[in-house]
Nanobody, 128 residues
Framework: QVQLVESGGGLVQAGGSLRLSCAAS????????MGWFRRAPGKEREFVAAINWSGSRTIYAGSVEGRATISRDSAKNTVYLQMNTLKPEDTAVYYC?????????????????????WGQGTQVTVSS
């Protein structure tokens, strides 16, 4: 069982930056693929970014490409999402996900809605 705890959300002005963190429990964090999703008010949940188990591959949604960076620190069992040049449309609850899929990771799976573990979410609000 893996527990995911997100942090780092808050209120920020448009153009600002935030770094979201997702701390994972468990000794096998380094074998898990990780990702971030978000749900804006009145909208469907959407994929934001993902990173494979080794950190060698990352993918991003087009809406955040060039503004977001996902990274992981296996020593701290933590995955990060650095968001820059934030826009009001980035306002959402951001969720961390984890998958024990090892070498079978693929962008299609990472972007899809099915994941082994979900965090509780952290609110990001961007004011205009």
């Amino acid at each position: 069982q893996v527990q995911l705890v997100e942090s780092g959300g808050g209120l920020v002005q448009a153009g600002g930056s935030l770094r979201l963190s997702c701390a994972a429990s468990g000794r096998t964090f380094s074998t898990y693929a990780m990702g971030w999703f978000r749900r804006a008010p009145g909208k469907e949940r959407e994929f934001v970014a993902a990173i494979n188990w080794s950190g060698s591959r990352t993918i991003y949604a087009g809406s955040v490409e060039g503004r977001a960076t996902i990274s992981r620190d296996s020593a701290k069992n933590t995955v990060y999402l650095q968001m820059n040049t934030l826009k009001p449309e980035d306002t959402a609850v951001y969720y961390c996900v984890a998958d024990s899929i090892g070498s079978t990771w693929s962008p299609a799976l990472a972007r899809g809605p099915f994941h082994d573990y979900w965090g509780q979410g952290t609110q990001v609000t961007v004011s205009s």
